[in-house]
């Protein structure tokens, strides 16, 4: 008994295969050429055209994508090289922002190095501390040391105001302040130091009225 053979269908389609390229990114070329010309000229783009070619000669099918009604689908290749490219770009763009983040920190650093603004505070804290020892040293002297608790405790709050300026001051490493804080800062070492000049100026009546 002899048995049929059966052909196996092929597996690789060329017509579905020329349709597939030419949706994504192959040549715009579709097969059969006349079947397209007749039932799909709108989306194949099929014209029909003389060839020349001796006893061969006659009306051939040609495909023209700009004469379709439809777009190309986007190739999966064109769509990972996109892809790649916004990931390239948005690299970049941390690596600016990382720089500029370094180039701040370094003009902090180059500020936080020079104390710009302590000349301009220089010469009021010492003037304001003259009046504080002078006051301080008259108030002992005048009340022949019964105001020494009053002027110990005026000594002491102004070692501490004396202590933050001189921190402010300091530069360097562990030290820095940007000169806008260190303004800000003498601003309040100025008022508290104004108090405390009140303050002794008070206790030098006290000490000129009852001593």
């Known amino acids: 008994m002899i048995a049929n053979a059966k052909k196996t269908p092929s597996i690789h389609d060329d017509q579905k295969e020329k349709q597939w390229k030419s949706m994504e990114n192959g040549p715009w070329d579709f097969s059969p050429d006349w079947y397209y010309y007749f039932l799909h000229k709108n989306y194949s783009g099929a014209e029909m055209y003389w060839k020349w070619a001796g006893f061969k000669s006659g009306y051939r099918v040609r495909f023209k994508e700009e004469k379709s009604n439809v777009k190309r689908i986007m190739p999966v ?3 990972a090289e996109e892809t790649q490219r916004q990931k ?29 603004t302590y000349s301009a505070y220089k010469d009021v804290f010492n003037r304001m ?5 002078d006051g ?3 108030c002992l002297q005048k ?5 020494q608790y009053q002027v110990d405790e005026l000594s002491r709050q102004n070692e501490i105001i004396c202590a933050n300026v001189a921190y402010i001051h300091k530069t360097g490493v562990g030290y820095g302040l940007e000169n806008a804080k260190r303004q800000q800062a003498y601003e309040e070492a100025k008022e508290q130091m104004g108090r405390l ?3 002794t ?6 000490a000129a009225t009852h001593y």
């Open 77 to 79: 290749r064109v769509t």
């Open 88 to 116: 390239v770009s948005k690299v970049e763009d941390e690596r600016q922002k990382v720089e500029e983040l370094y180039q701040e920190e370094l003009l902090r650093e180059a500020d936080r190095n020079v104390d710009l």
């Open 129 to 133: 501390q003259d009046c504080i020892t």
């Open 136 to 138: 301080l040293l008259y």
């Open 143 to 147: 009340s022949d040391g019964k105001l």
């Open 197 to 199: 000049v009140s303050r």
């Open 201 to 206: 100026a008070r206790l030098c009546a006290v």
